[in-house]
């Protein structure tokens, strides 16, 4: 079986990164862990993305050079991983030789295939972006369509890239493949814009005496490549695909690219189109998210209102924030960020059902057997089993579609019976009356469905998972691979030891 490749975008270095960016790599771990735990073998990249002139104009801001500010930024990104637990195989700099090496190779390929010339451009340039746009879209936007800045209008000779020889080929591949890009709603507003308008070819140089970041142009040492054709080709450069075609031959295509709407079309037109031209396969799947905003605004560098998620760790913890990323809103559309839904969400659903079922059954085994919980055999109380089928046979189904709260929904659906299970047996009353027997099946019954649920619960919050394994006394290692094979009921022995409180309540004035 071939792995499973999953990317994100390379992030841009002009700044640290912020909730936005955490966003993105939370939901492509989550994924990543999901396919590990089912038994895949995973290769997941991301990086940063570290040419063009804003990166240029954000080092001389801070009186650095150039070089050793990337260093330090690409630093700062690859430490919020590390704390997000964020479990990626390769991180890919565009400033590396062996990416600037396929940039060069491919540019000569796509040259001599006939797909690159040169000829005069004019257009309307936005800096912050990197972007150009067509005059109908500055003028609809009244400025840049993405950042709403004043755009410029530049005209030089530039290298251009045949966009529009493969625009009627890429309307077909969409419309052949429905399920190229998701969600269904980018999908037909990735068709309807190709129906809608004629692709003007793809400017892919910049000449060194405007922009000097950059890798050199192979073709003409005048100029350097278009920091967006240089960073798209990271997909294929950190798979390998110049220096071990082995491992490019098991990676390639993508399973799927993540990324959020605002650069759907760098990845949906531009990326496929270059993909054609070097006669390599399509990905399977380009997932475009939304944005997460505060009010009416998306959180950005450019509109200056980032939350950080450092800061954030600091008070909910790296799996509420996990948490609440992944249940809040559904992967494809819009999320409000506010304090006030952090706290809903993680002091509902972490603290009073999550958190407070596995200490209140931790601290009953404890308090009646000891710790030691054991059953020769098996009762599944009634009530468990429709939660426990609906999770066998469609939590997969879930998390391959990148329904994420969809998959949460059902594991909480469990919990809570769980808890119910709790207040309707009244253990207190069994414990008093002395119906041992039917007190430890209880609660063998209830670790079992712990166990089961941390399972479940390890791509979105590892470390939560983890944690209650070890209050099991079960080694993780049953999360190393194929565990979902392995989450039916089954008898056994628990020897339990609590800990503290899974999810402390998180008071109001901690946003102060
Ligand atoms: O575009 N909500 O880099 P970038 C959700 N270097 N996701 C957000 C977000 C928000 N408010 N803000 C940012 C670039 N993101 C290029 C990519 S890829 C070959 C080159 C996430 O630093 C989201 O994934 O501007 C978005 O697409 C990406 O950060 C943009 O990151």
Not at 245 to 270: G, T, Y
Request: proline residues 4%; aromatic residues 14%; hydrophobic residues 40%.
């Amino acid at each position: 079986m071939s792995d499973f490749y999953l990317t994100t975008p390379l992030y841009y270095v002009n700044a640290s990164p912020h909730i936005g960016h955490a966003y993105t790599n939370v939901i492509s771990d989550c994924m990543a862990r999901f396919r590990r735990l089912n038994g895949e073998s995973v290769f997941f990249l991301t990086g940063t993305d570290e040419h063009g002139e804003k990166i240029k104009k954000a080092a001389e801001d801070c009186n650095e050079d150039v070089e050793k500010f990337v260093e330090e930024k690409a630093q700062t990104f690859k430490s919020l991983w590390k704390q997000l637990n964020i479990s990626y195989d390769f991180f890919i700099r565009t400033t590396e030789k062996s990416h600037v090496d396929v940039v060069s190779k491919v540019i000569k390929t796509v040259y001599d295939k006939g797909d690159i010339y040169k000829s005069k451009y004019r257009g309307f340039y936005c800096l912050p972006c990197e972007s150009f746009w067509t005059e109908s879209q500055v003028k609809e936007a009244a400025g840049c369509p993405d950042c709403k800045r004043d755009v410029e209008i530049i005209e030089e000779d530039n290298y251009f890239f045949k966009l529009s020889k493969y625009q009627e080929w890429l309307l077909e591949y969409l419309k052949n493949n429905p399920g190229f890009v998701k969600p269904k709603t980018r999908y037909n507003e990735v068709v309807s814009f190709l129906e809608r308008n004629t692709l003007e070819d793809l400017c892919i140089s910049r000449p060194k005496k405007r922009l000097g970041w950059g890798i050199d142009f192979p073709l003409d040492n005048n100029y350097v490549v278009y920091v967006w054709f240089d960073a798209l080709i990271n997909y294929i450069s950190g798979a390998g695909y110049l220096s071990d075609s082995d491992k490019f031959n098991s990676l390639w295509p993508v399973d799927i690219h993540f990324m959020a709407k605002d650069i759907l079309r760098h990845h949906a037109i531009f990326w496929p189109i270059m993909l054609k031209a070097l006669e390599l396969e399509m990905p399977r799947v380009i997932f475009a998210h939304g944005w997460w905003k505060i009010g009416e605004d998306k959180i950005s560098k450019s509109r200056g209102n980032i939350v950080n998620p450092l800061e954030l760790i600091k008070t909910i913890g790296v799996d509420g924030l996990r948490y609440f990323l992944l249940r809040e809103v559904p992967v494809g559309v819009d999320g409000n960020f506010s304090w006030s839904a952090i706290i809903n969400r993680l002091n509902s659903d972490l603290a009073n059902d999550l958190g407070n079922l596995v200490y209140r059954t931790l601290n009953m085994a404890e308090k009646y057997f000891k710790g030691v919980v054991q059953v020769k055999e098996l009762h599944i109380p009634e009530r468990f089993k429709p939660h426990l089928d609906c999770l066998q046979n469609d939590y997969a189904a879930s998390m391959e579609e990148v329904d994420f709260s969809s998959a949460l929904d059902k594991i909480w659906k469990f919990i809570n019976i769980m808890n119910k299970h709790v207040e309707d047996t009244k253990p207190w009353i069994l414990w008093k009356e002395k119906k041992l027997d039917e007190l430890n099946s209880f609660l063998f019954s209830l670790l079992e469905g712990i166990r089961i649920t941390a399972i479940y619960i390890y791509p979105f919050m590892p470390s939560t998972s983890e944690a209650i394994l070890r209050q099991l006394g079960i080694d993780n290692d049953v999360l190393s691979s194929n565990a979902l094979k392995d989450v039916a009921f089954r008898i056994g022995k628990f020897r339990v030891k609590k800990e503290e409180p899974l999810f402390p309540r998180i008071e109001s004035e901690s946003s102060d």
